[in-house]
T-cell receptor, first 110, second 114 residues
Framework: AQSVTQPDIHITVSEGASLELRCNYSYGATPYLFWYVQSPGQGLQLLLKYFSGDTLVQGIKGFEAEFKRSQSSFNLRKPSVHWSDAAEYFCAVGVDDMRFGAGTRLTVKP | DTAVSQTPKYLVTQMGNDKSIKCEQN?????MYWYKQDSKKFLKIMFSYNNKELIINETVPNRFSPKSPDKAHLNLHINSLELGDSAVYFC?????????????FGEGSWLTVV
């Protein structure tokens, strides 16, 4: 069955620490891959996307993500988290339609 | 200069009422969507229109009826509201229906049914 999984419901990191949010997908072919961020009370904003080519993708706000075909993963990373990064993060995959993961809530400690 | 705007942002209404949420995009996109986000933050597509024509209609109760008067507008009408309809409804748009296109979201409409 086609699916996208974000294994971590909630992650807490200290400001300045590095961050990695996990995303795994299950599709027959390599789908289009996206990461969106949702700040409290706001809509979703695209951070980055991967279609093909270089497997390390740079996005806005200092985020990057790496596509690993062998692991069916597209994990989001940031080397140093800022308090303003606290939000809900959604991985999304598109093949026949767009499917979103359940989201990972990021809390940033001072 | 809001790209995807939806109104109202907050709506509290009684069970059994009929309500509408309006959506407009000024991005020149051909495709528009309605998504529902439940209390657990799970985001699920409800409808998708391309050039005013319905292309995705997920399993949604008939009480939900989208209407697209032109490709810049996609309104959502809900009849006989139920408690379980309480959620955040997001309007969105993209250049086309291909899943490779970036989807641009509105800020959401918080619907509470009491």
């Amino acid at each position: 069955a086609q699916s996208v999984t974000q294994p971590d419901i909630h992650i807490t990191v200290s400001e300045g620490a590095s961050l990695e949010l996990r995303c795994n997908y299950s599709y027959g072919a390599t789908p289009y891959l996206f990461w969106y961020v949702q700040s409290p009370g706001q809509g979703l904003q695209l951070l980055l996307k991967y279609f093909s080519g270089d497997t390390l993708v740079q996005g806005i706000k200092g985020f990057e993500a790496e596509f690993k075909r062998s692991q069916s993963s597209f994990n989001l990373r940031k080397p140093s988290v800022h308090w303003s990064d606290a939000a809900e993060y959604f991985c999304a995959v598109g093949v026949d339609d767009m499917r979103f993961g359940a989201g990972t809530r990021l809390t940033v400690k001072p | 200069d809001t790209a995807v705007s939806q109104t109202p942002k907050y709506l509290v209404t009684q069970m059994g009422n009929d309500k509408s949420i309006k959506c407009e995009q000024n991005l020149g996109h051909d495709t528009m969507y309605w998504y529902k986000q439940d209390s657990k933050k799970f985001l699920k597509i409800m409808f998708s229109y391309n050039n005013k024509e319905l292309i995705i209609n997920e399993t949604v109760p008939n009480r939900f009826s989208p209407k697209s008067p032109d490709k810049a507008h996609l309104n959502l009408h809900i009849n006989s509201l139920e408690l379980g309809d309480s959620a955040v409804y997001f309007c969105a748009s993209s250049f086309g229906p291909s899943t490779g296109n970036t989807i641009y979201f509105g800020e959401g409409s918080w619907l509470t049914v009491v």
